[in-house]
C-alpha cells in the first residue's frame, strides 16, 4: 500500500492526479501542469513535500561526524541557522543522496533528504554514528510543505505570528528560523525565491487550507520537475545516484577541498578524478522542434555516441525543450541528440536555463 502524506485527503477534494513517488501517493499535477508551472514563476505556488525527510542529529561531536560524511563542509555553519546543500558519498565517490543541512544549535544539525534513499540515507547515517555517539531522529511527525514564487514569502508571512513572521522576512537564502517545532528555511527546488516549512502534521494542514484561501496555487510534481530543470537543478536518481560522483553531474561545486587535512568518505576517489572526469554534465537547448527526454543518445556533431541525456523535457519558460546530458570528459559540443531515430542539433549552455523568473540561456 502506497504511503499518504498528512494532505493526501486535500489532494483528493482538489481532483488532484495522483501517482506512485517513491512508494508515496502523491500529486502530479491538479489541474493544468502549465498553468501550475507558471503561476510560480510569476506569483506563488505550494507543493507537499511531506514525502521527504527530516532527520535530526544529536550529539557532542555531530559537527565532526557530518565533517566525514558530507563532501561540502558543515565547518562554514558558524551562525544558528544557515544551511548548505551538500552530497553524501560513498567511498567509490557515487552519490548517495544530496541533501539540505541546517545548523540548529551546537550539538544539533537537521538534515532534509529525498524521499526514495530515505530508508538507505538512515541505515547510511546510523552505520557510522555510534563512533560519534551521534543520535539519528528521523522526525515522521513533522512534513514539509514548499511555497514558491515571488510572492511567496509574502504569503506565507501574512499567515504567521507578527515576530516570527518578522524573523522569516529577514533570512537571507538558505538560513532558517524556528518559533517551537514550527520551522522555516529560505530554500527550494523551483529556482524562484520561497519558503520551504518543516511542521508537524496539523500545523502543516492548517497552513496549506490557509495558504489555498489566500489564493496559493496547489502544483504536483509535474510542474515541479520543469521549474527544477529549467533551473538547472539535478534529481535524484536520473542526474545522479551511486554510481555518478559530483564532479560527473554539475556538482563540483557541492565539494570543500579545503581544508587539505578534512578527510571525508569519497575524497580520495573524487581526488584520482579532480583532474580529468571521465565524464561530465553539460546544459542543451533543443535547435528547433521536438522533445528531449531522459537516456537519449547524446553525440559530437557528427560523431560516434557519447553520452546520453539525464533530465529533459519541455521548459514552459523558455517555450522549447531543454535537457542535462552526461558526455565524456574529453567531448566537445556541439551535440546532437537522437530523437526518435533522428539526430537534432543542440545548443550547449551552462546551467541554469531560468532563474527568479527569468531565461538565461
Known amino acids: 500500500m502506497l504511503k499518504q502524506t498528512a494532505l493526501h485527503a486535500e489532494h483528493l477534494a482538489l481532483g488532484a492526479k495522483l501517482v506512485d513517488f517513491a512508494g508515496w501517493d502523491m500529486p502530479i499535477q491538479y489541474t493544468s501542469q502549465l498553468d501550475e508551472h507558471h503561476a510560480v514563476r510569476q506569483a506563488a505556488g505550494m507543493f507537499d513535500v511531506a514525502h521527504m525527510a527530516a532527520v535530526d542529529l544529536h550529539g557532542a561531536r555531530v559537527r565532526e561526524f557530518?565533517?566525514?560524511?558530507?563532501?561540502?563542509?558543515?565547518?562554514?555553519?558558524?551562525?544558528?541557522?544557515?544551511?548548505?546543500?551538500?552530497?553524501m558519498l560513498e567511498e567509490t565517490g557515487g552519490v548517495i543522496d544530496d541533501l539540505i543541512v541546517y545548523f540548529v544549535e551546537e550539538g544539533h544539525f537537521r538534515l532534509v533528504v529525498n524521499a526514495g534513499t530515505t530508508e538507505k540515507d538512515l541505515a547510511w547515517l546510523?552505520?557510522?554514528?555510534?563512533?560519534?555517539?551521534v543520535e539519528i531522529k528521523h522526525r515522521t511527525n513533522?512534513?514539509?510543505?514548499?511555497?514558491?514564487?515571488?510572492?511567496?514569502?509574502?504569503?506565507?508571512?501574512?499567515?504567521?505570528?507578527?515576530?516570527?513572521?518578522?524573523?522569516?522576512?529577514?533570512?537571507?537564502?538558505?538560513?532558517?528560523?524556528?518559533?517551537?517545532?514550527?520551522?522555516?528555511?529560505?530554500?527550494?527546488?523551483?529556482?524562484e525565491d520561497g519558503f520551504e516549512l518543516i511542521l508537524p502534521h496539523a500545523d502543516l494542514l492548517a497552513f496549506w487550507k490557509s495558504l489555498l484561501a489566500a489564493g496559493v496555487k496547489p502544483c504536483g510534481l509535474g510542474a515541479r520537475d520543469t521549474l527544477r530543470l529549467e533551473a538547472g537543478m539535478n534529481l535524484y536518481g536520473l542526474d545522479m545516484d551511486e554510481s555518478v560522483s559530483p564532479l560527473e553531474c554539475g556538482l563540483a561545486w557541492t565539494i570543500a577541498w579545503s581544508p587539505d587535512e578534512r578527510h571525508f568518505i569519497g575524497r580520495k576517489a573524487l581526488e584520482a578524478q579532480r583532474a580529468a572526469p571521465p565524464r561530465k554534465n553539460v546544459g542543451l537547448v533543443l535547435e528547433g522542434r521536438g522533445v528531449l527526454r531522459a537516456h537519449m543518445p547524446v553525440?559530437?556533431?557528427?560523431?560516434?555516441?557519447?553520452?546520453?541525456?539525464?533530465?529533459?523535457?519541455?521548459?514552459?519558460?523558455?517555450?522549447?525543450?531543454?535537457?542535462f546530458a552526461r558526455v565524456a570528459g574529453s567531448s566537445n559540443g556541439p551535440y546532437e541528440v537522437e530523437v526518435?531515430?533522428?539526430?537534432?542539433?543542440?545548443?550547449?549552455?551552462?546551467?541554469?536555463?531560468?532563474?527568479?523568473?527569468?531565461?538565461?540561456?
Open 66 to 87: 557530518l565533517r566525514l560524511l558530507l563532501a561540502n563542509d558543515v565547518a562554514k555553519l558558524k551562525v544558528p541557522g544557515k544551511a548548505l546543500y551538500s552530497c
Open 126 to 133: 546510523r552505520q557510522h554514528a555510534a563512533a560519534f555517539g
Open 142 to 191: 513533522l512534513g514539509i510543505l514548499a511555497v514558491q514564487g515571488p510572492q511567496a514569502r509574502e504569503k506565507v508571512c501574512a499567515l504567521l505570528p507578527a515576530e516570527f513572521a518578522e524573523r522569516a522576512l529577514a533570512l537571507t537564502p538558505f538560513s532558517a528560523a524556528w518559533s517551537g517545532e514550527q520551522f522555516i528555511g529560505r530554500t527550494g527546488y523551483t529556482g
Open 299 to 323: 553525440r559530437s556533431a557528427g560523431g560516434a555516441a557519447i553520452g546520453e541525456t539525464t533530465s529533459g523535457g519541455f521548459a514552459p519558460t523558455l517555450k522549447g525543450s531543454i535537457a
Open 340 to 361: 526518435r531515430g533522428q539526430w537534432l542539433p543542440t545548443r550547449e549552455v551552462k546551467p541554469p536555463f531560468v532563474r527568479n523568473g527569468k531565461v538565461l540561456v
